[in-house]
């Protein structure tokens, strides 16, 4: 537990319980959210991804939990002769597939008339300048004929979507340490979802100097006709020189990928300290993907009226007893049919 957040932080044993609860229960289900960070905090330019999680916090299940699967689709159009050309790819020789091109080509043969007619309409409008109806095939042979040609719509796969998860809490601090755990919370949830502002490492320094000296080696070695020689391409580094020089942008001048999150649902068992099964005790609902933080809402009046208490004497105490949190996560990966199967 060292290194993490819980709340509600008391697991009520069953039995005789000194707490007077009414309901004691064994075990309490968590969210747990665990931090990943990607990049080395100590150089953030180097893609040294150690993936070991810097913090967990654990919050109760909420009241509404739901997971949402989507699958984009795209209605298209087909027609007459885009349905023979899908009909004849699947041919298993080249032969049949040039026969039922021919073919099926020639069902498109009154599509292909209406269409001219329409076109011509269209022109002697534009030519006229008169005004005049804008009909394409289809309406002209519901004018003429009474019916329309066959769209042959299809719905064209595209892609996955991905899921998203929202969770909303209500926290409300009961004594000293629940309000210090919350405003922990909080702070758990703002700091690990924004980036941080990064200078030049140490490294670029260097190379930036070397480049710079080569520049200026370059200047002084001229050839015959007092040409100078081709600088390589970066070299001319003036501009770079004062820019990793300039107070207030060289040490702000990268912003740094925010940490990810691993998201699982844990159950905390036994005593009121409550100890994590040597199996992790993973609950099956169902399981999540890497995450991005894309929101982080904290209301400090969940109940439409502000109220406050006295602060305490530690600095992390909440002043508002109550506190509503909303998160809304990404998944950075898609989930296929293999993942569902594995409980995704």
Same mark, same amino acid.
């Given at each position: 537990?060292?290194?993490?957040?819980r709340?509600?932080?008391?697991?009520?044993?069953g039995?005789g319980?000194?707490t007077?609860a009414?309901f004691?229960?064994g075990?309490?289900?968590?969210?747990?959210f665990?931090?990943?960070?990607?990049y080395?905090?100590?150089?953030?330019s180097?893609s040294?991804q150690?993936q070991?999680p810097?913090d967990?916090?654990?919050l109760?299940?909420?009241s509404?939990l739901q997971?949402?699967?989507?699958?984009?689709?795209?209605?298209?159009?087909?027609?007459?002769?885009?349905r023979?050309?899908?009909e004849?790819?699947?041919?298993?020789s080249?032969?049949d597939?040039?026969?039922a091109?021919?073919?099926?080509?020639?069902s498109a043969?009154?599509?292909?008339a209406?269409?001219?007619?329409?076109?011509?309409?269209?022109g002697?409008?534009?030519?006229?300048g #008169? @005004?005049g109806?804008?009909?394409? =095939?289809? *309406?002209?042979? /519901?004018?003429? +004929?009474?019916?329309?040609? $066959?769209?042959y719509?299809?719905?064209?796969f595209?892609a996955?979507?991905f899921?998203d998860h929202?969770?909303?809490?209500?926290?409300?601090?009961r004594?000293?340490?629940?309000?210090?755990?919350?405003?922990?919370i909080?702070?758990f949830?703002?700091?690990n979802?924004?980036p941080n502002?990064s200078?030049y #490492? @140490?490294?670029?320094?260097?190379? =930036?100097? *070397?480049?710079? /000296?080569?520049a +200026?080696d370059?200047?002084k $070695?001229?050839?015959s006709?007092?040409?100078?020689?081709?600088a390589?391409?970066?070299?001319?580094?003036?501009?770079?020189?004062?820019?990793?020089?300039?107070?207030?942008?060289?040490?702000?001048?990268?912003?740094?990928?925010?940490?990810?999150f691993?998201?699982?649902?844990?159950?905390?068992?036994g005593?009121?300290?409550?100890?994590?099964?040597?199996?992790?005790?993973?609950?099956?609902?169902?399981?999540?993907?890497?995450c991005?933080?894309?929101?982080?809402?904290?209301?400090?009046?969940?109940?439409?009226?502000y109220?406050?208490?006295?602060?305490g004497?530690?600095?992390?105490?909440m002043v508002?007893?109550?506190?509503?949190?909303d998160?809304?996560f990404?998944e950075?990966?898609?989930?296929t049919s293999a993942d569902?199967?594995?409980?995704?």
């Amino acid at each position: 537990m060292a290194g993490s957040l819980r709340y509600p932080n008391k697991v009520f044993s069953g039995g005789g319980d000194s707490t007077g609860a009414d309901f004691p229960a064994g075990a309490v289900d968590y969210v747990c959210f665990k931090v990943i960070s990607t990049y080395n905090s100590q150089d953030p330019s180097q893609s040294g991804q150690t993936q070991q999680p810097v913090d967990t916090c654990y919050l109760y299940i909420p009241s509404s939990l739901q997971v949402n699967y989507s699958a984009s689709y795209n209605s298209v159009p087909l027609g007459a002769a885009g349905r023979a050309a899908a009909e004849a790819l699947k041919s298993s020789s080249s032969l049949d597939l040039a026969s039922a091109i021919q073919g099926y080509a020639q069902s498109a043969g009154p599509e292909f008339a209406f269409s001219t007619v329409a076109t011509g309409l269209a022109g002697i409008k534009d030519l006229t300048g #008169t @005004a005049g109806a804008n009909l394409n =095939a289809s *309406q002209l042979s /519901a004018l003429a +004929q009474g019916k329309i040609f $066959n769209p042959y719509m299809e719905q064209i796969f595209e892609a996955p979507g991905f899921r998203d998860h929202n969770f909303s809490f209500k926290l409300i601090a009961r004594d000293k340490k629940e309000a210090t755990d919350i405003y922990n919370i909080i702070r758990f949830f703002k700091i690990n979802m924004l980036p941080n502002l990064s200078g030049y #490492t @140490a490294a670029e320094q260097k190379s =930036a100097q *070397q480049t710079q /000296a080569e520049a +200026q080696d370059q200047a002084k $070695n001229k050839d015959s006709s007092g040409a100078a020689k081709p600088a390589a391409a970066g070299t001319n580094n003036t501009f770079a020189d004062t820019l990793m020089n300039t107070p207030g942008v060289s040490e702000n001048r990268w912003l740094t990928v925010p940490n990810k999150f691993d998201i699982s649902f844990q159950r905390f068992v036994g005593a009121v300290e409550g100890a994590i099964s040597s199996n992790n005790n993973q609950l099956s609902l169902y399981k999540f993907k890497r995450c991005v933080l894309k929101s982080c809402q904290v209301n400090y009046t969940p109940d439409g009226q502000y109220t406050a208490f006295a602060p305490g004497k530690g600095i992390n105490d909440m002043v508002v007893p109550a506190v509503q949190i909303d998160l809304s996560f990404s998944e950075t990966e898609i989930i296929t049919s293999a993942d569902a199967a594995k409980g995704f």
